[in-house]
């Protein structure tokens, strides 16, 4: 009897030990107690995912890995820093702590997917992974929920690395609209994974899934019209490079009024011409004491000067010896005068046989009009009337290329805001390629209207002339750049009028301010041409706020 009892108290000895060993060797093991994977859908076929993970911790850990899916991009984590790796084609973040991490800690990341939709015999598949196979924790509780674009009429199908198709059979799931959520009711094991496909008809999904494009299309288009363009240009605007000399003088025979298009292509200045023919003696600018801007006619032009100034300035005083700046005859004058300026340099500069730099505008601007429709067809959602939305994405695009092409205008015409303008919308598009995963298409097409704005920044084929006097100008330009407070008042003994002379080339080109500024506190003698109400200003800087307002006056009866 003794005997019998001693074995019963070592079996139950026996049995009580094993039992510890197995409750310490659970409490040694890290668990994953919860799980929530939320996902969002666009109508592109990208998903937004987030996932909220509670990691009971046994012991210390120094970091922690969180396993992603395949091409994750735009990752973050809630609180924690992290470090990005690869690890058998899956990305997994490693956090760590100056303390390490013990105890339960809840994780939540977010991180986007692309390129999840298949499209075969106008069936379209969206393959989303749920649960990266790197998790290194058994799952106690997992909950998912799936929110896509619009209402199908497919059935889900779930599939995991242990149980297969069967793991369905362990999941309680409901469908709903766009809605699919679930709940796997058994522990997952470590490194499990769940995949869930659903097969919806063609047209559910849209950009680079629709049938206009798969993709490669639109970068095929962009790279197709980028070529033709710089075809066009070597075919037919290709001249001899510029070689612009620093030089004080401004370009043979050119008016202050031709600069902006000798330079940069831009639109004539008809005010510098005004205020050129008055420093010539032609005429006088009176700002009364209403604001009114008088034109004063003082000689009549003759032969002296080219034709077409001397049919503008006949036209200017056609019906008497005082112009008003804000009258019609003033504002019509300057019309046609700007678009004869334009002619006569556009028979002089460019060769019969150049091509029209408006074509490679043109083909450019159709590289980023399709590049413009890849990215917003990936980011506009499924919603009425998305054609049209798409169609004016498109002709916005062309329009945006002609801009960010003029940057090389606004910069050598001294337009800050312009330039920025044209630098922003560039940086816009490239920002909102990069988020639809249209990259590299807007990046070619971006790049095109930079380089066909620098490319045709001085028109097409030059003649002999045309070459020398856009050298001229680009080297005037320098020059003014570097004249010094000194060389100016070298210049100035000799003529105490230069800076008036002067002044007009400058503003036509922005460098106006700059000019004025640079004269500093040097004391010069009153302009002759230009009668105000005010003291007669005493300096460069002076004498430029009081002329501004009555060029403004001018501006705005031409524009208005």
Known sequence: MEKTKRIITLFLAIVCALALCVTAGAADTSVITDMKTDCVVDAAGSCQITQTVTIDIAGTEDTIELPLAAGAKRISVAGYKYKKTTQDGYTVLVLSSNGGFAGSRTFTISYTVSGLVSEQDKIQTLTLPLLAPKWNWAINSYDFTITLPAAFEGYPTFTSGYYGDVIEDYMNFTVREGMIGGTISTALKDHESLTMTLDVGEGYFAGRYASWSSGWVETALVIVFSVLALLYWALTLRSKPLRASSRTAPPDAAAPSDLPYLLAGGAPDFNMLICHWAALGYLTIEMDEKGHVLLHRQVIMGNERKRLEYKIFSALFARGEICDGASLPYKKTAQQAMRAIERYWDKRLYARTSGNPRIMKALCALAMGVASLATMSQILPTMPARGLVLALCLIAGAFLSLLIARIWRFFYLGNIPGMVLSAVCALVLLVASQLSGSGLPMLAATVMSFLCGYLTLHGGRRTELGTQLISQSLGFRKGLEKLSARHMEMLLSRDGQY????????????????????????????????VTRVPAARTGLEFYNQLRPALEMLELSIKK
């Open 499 to 530: 800076f008036y002379k002067l002044l007009p080339y400058a503003m036509a080109i922005g460098m106006g301010p700059e000019l004025a500024r640079r004269m500093g506190d040097m004391e010069m003698e009153p302009c002759e041409w230009y």
